[in-house]
């Protein structure tokens, strides 16, 4: 699948020609405050796409501000080694 990777200021984007992917926002610390995969792309690792591109972006260890979300805790169930 085809997809471009937008950058602003602690946002990484993912989009096709038609919408919106995924975006996760976090900050210099790897500390990702928000990550979200529209429902019709998940379980076809997207997020885990751009918890790596986090990673590479900031060169540390990603942490996830809390609260997490049910579903946060469920991706974070399903994605176990991230990092």
Known sequence: MEYDLI?????LTLKNQNTTIGFVRFNELGEVEYIFVNPLFRRKNF????L???GK???KRIVFQ????PLGEKLLSSIKDFN
């Open 7 to 11: 950058e602003n200021d602690g946002v």
């Open 47 to 50: 997020a885990s796409k751009l």
């Open 52 to 54: 790596e591109l986090v």
């Open 57 to 59: 972006k900031t060169g």
């Open 66 to 69: 809390t609260p997490i979300s």
